[in-house]
């Protein structure tokens, strides 16, 4: 158990469907971060939550929507995907910055196929 | 334009040697250094940090080096064992200027291989 719970563990959905991945923590960390873990690329950074607000979005394409309703809990919201949105999503949180070590806590990952 | 490269995709070493994993980053603001590794199935664990006024970080047996000259570290592992096989990423932050600065950028990661 890392301390970052993400549900579902994987996800089939067609391009029409409109779906939900969770994720929660109790570390008591007030960021969260969605990344997207593609083949062969670096992890890229999705969404930043500080303390609920949302401080990044790195050009996210709407069909991504984030929820973050309180600092423990973060959804990614999706809608009308495409298949090259097929990837590992994985979520972290970490102490907001300047608050002793600075890492992050990555939960097990969401593998998301669109067909 | 990745800020933080790991130009090596695989390694293959035999078990109780060394392993080198290298990393290379281009932001010059970049002050806090981590590597995750990461097993299938599985989300990134952290593994050992560097901050910028360090060169050399050690635990166990892990080691991070950094030549902020060359913009460059690498980790160490000594000696290697068939659990370490993993995909093993380089991230780095540039804490002190806070604000989004301060979110990890990652790499492409490097999957070590080490055989009995």
């Known amino acids: 158990e890392t301390g970052v719970t993400q549900t579902p563990r994987h996800l089939v959905m067609g391009m029409t469907n409109k779906k939900s991945l969770k994720c929660e923590q109790h570390?008591?960390?007030?960021?969260m971060y969605w990344y997207k873990q593609s083949a062969k690329k670096p992890l890229e950074l999705m969404f930043v939550y500080n303390f609920k607000e949302q401080t990044e979005n790195n050009s996210v394409p709407s069909r991504f929507s984030p929820e973050c309703p309180n600092s423990s809990h973060l959804f990614l919201h999706l809608h009308t995907l495409q298949p090259e949105d097929s990837a590992l999503y994985l979520c972290?949180?970490?102490?907001?910055?300047?608050?002793?070590?600075?890492?992050?806590?990555f939960g097990s990952g969401t593998r998301l196929t669109v067909v | 334009d990745q800020q933080v490269k790991q130009n090596s995709p695989s390694l293959s070493v035999q078990e109780g040697r060394i392993s080198i994993l290298n990393c290379d980053y281009t932001n010059s603001m970049f002050d806090y250094f981590l590597w995750y590794k990461k097993y299938p199935a599985e989300g990134p664990t952290f593994l050992i940090s560097?901050?910028?006024?360090?060169d050399k970080n050690e635990d166990g047996r892990f080691t991070v080096f950094l030549n902020k000259s060359a913009k460059h570290l690498s980790l160490h592992i000594v000696p290697s064992q068939p659990g370490d096989s993993a995909v093993y990423f380089c991230a780095a932050s540039a804490l002190y200027y806070g604000g989004s600065q301060g979110n990890l950028i990652f790499g492409k990661g490097t999957k070590l291989s080490v055989k009995p």
């Open positions: 972290a949180s970490s102490r907001p910055l300047g608050q002793g070590n600075y890492g992050y806590t």
């Open positions: 570390l008591g960390h007030n960021a």
């Open positions: 560097i901050s910028s006024i360090k």
